[in-house]
């Protein structure tokens, strides 16, 4: 069965080759970025090793240590420039076999529509994968409208995905890997809100969004928000209808580690929004990612075929 990984990571050769040259890359240092044994993989290792997980298509997003939304936007812009054309040649190179997301300067909004507009419409990439904030800076923020628009007219896929160990439970409790465990679901219910609350998805209707990690605690805890737009009156300043409204507006990756969990996404926002997401090539990625979905009791054979390659298929048009 064909299977398209929208949540699968690159450190990009560009990168890798000045750091073992001791060159700086950049304003980035050699020595100062961690790199995972499986990350300097060539394309073509890769691709081995998607042979071996039976995955066809990597949707290939240049990892989130890349984003550098604290750094000087005209450099970063110029790095993200490079990653994405590193991406862009991937696809060229293996046309059935990469699609590509890019890095977009999220710093300076302009900059970052410039960037995702020659990424999608110069070299094929299908978005971009962006934090879920901006320096502190949540979406619903005004200044990020005029990116939100200029996506949802490129058809552009935003895939919302956290920094590193980066999240709002670093500052409560940064031991026991609980900034990635718990910290990535909070951050991505959090960016849900702040996207639904905030208005952006009836401003940008056909703004297409995609939660990493099957949307975090968004499901578990949509009947809360309800309750809060229903009593309190600060939570219907931008919108005339419950949170839960918003759900099937949003796609959401399959990462959750647990059947029950993914059947209960399932059953909240319809099986045509759970798409096929390993986080490879992590140590927190879903080890033999098509056969834990095949082999998944409580789905049925449609359920499957669905998260593994159908959605994707439409939603990317691939
Ligand atoms: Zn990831």
């Given at each position: 069965?064909?299977?398209?990984?929208?949540?699968?990571?690159?450190?990009?050769?560009?990168?890798?080759?000045?750091?073992?040259?001791?060159?700086?890359?950049?304003?980035?240092?050699?020595?100062?970025?961690?790199?995972?044994?499986?990350?300097?993989?060539?394309?073509?290792?890769?691709?081995?090793?998607?042979?071996?997980?039976?995955?066809?298509?990597?949707?290939?997003?240049?990892?989130?240590?890349?984003y550098y939304y604290d750094g000087d936007a005209t450099t970063v812009a110029?790095?993200?420039?490079?990653?994405?054309?590193?991406?862009?040649?991937?696809?060229?190179?293996?046309?059935?076999?990469?699609?590509?997301?890019?890095?977009?300067?999220?710093?300076?909004?302009?900059?970052?529509?410039?960037?995702?507009?020659?990424?999608?419409n110069q070299r094929g990439l299908v978005g971009a994968m962006i934090n879920d904030t901006a320096n502190g800076r949540t979406y619903d923020e005004p200044e990020f409208l005029p990116?939100?628009?200029?996506?949802?007219?490129?058809?552009?896929?935003?895939?919302?995905?956290?920094?590193?160990?980066?999240?709002?439970?670093?500052?409560?409790?940064?031991?026991?890997h609980l900034a990635n465990t718990i910290g990535n679901l909070v951050d991505r219910a959090v960016t849900f809100a702040s996207f639904v609350f905030g208005g952006v998805m009836d401003k940008c209707p056909d703004l297409k969004i995609c939660l990493a990690?099957?949307?975090g605690y968004t499901c578990y805890g949509i009947g809360r928000m309800d309750r809060g737009w229903q009593v309190r009156s600060e939570a219907r300043v931008n919108i005339q209808q419950p949170p839960s409204a918003y759900l099937k507006k949003f796609y959401y990756d399959c990462l959750t580690h647990s059947e029950a969990a993914l059947r209960y996404l399932i059953d909240t926002v319809g099986i045509d929004r759970v798409v096929f997401g390993t986080d490879w090539p992590a140590d927190m990625a879903i080890d033999w990612p098509v056969s834990w979905v095949l082999g998944l009791q409580s789905l049925t054979q449609e359920e499957k075929e669905a998260i593994l390659w159908k959605n994707l298929e439409k939603l990317l048009g691939i």
């Open positions: 069965m064909r299977s398209i990984d929208v949540h699968a990571h690159l450190t990009p050769q560009c990168f890798i080759r000045a750091m073992q040259a001791g060159q700086a890359w950049h304003g980035i240092q050699p020595g100062t970025m961690r790199i995972a044994p499986r990350a300097v993989w060539t394309p073509e290792q890769r691709l081995a090793d998607m042979n071996s997980l039976g995955v066809d298509v990597h949707v290939v997003s240049t990892g989130a240590a890349f110029a790095m993200h420039r490079e990653c994405n054309d590193e991406v862009h040649q991937m696809t060229i190179d293996y046309p059935d076999r990469f699609k590509g997301l890019a890095q977009i300067p999220m710093q300076e909004p302009a900059t970052a529509i410039a960037e995702l507009d020659r990424a999608v990116l939100w628009k200029a996506a949802e007219q490129m058809g552009a896929l935003m895939f919302i995905h956290q920094q590193g160990g980066d999240t709002l439970v670093t500052p409560r409790l940064n031991r026991y990690h099957g949307g």
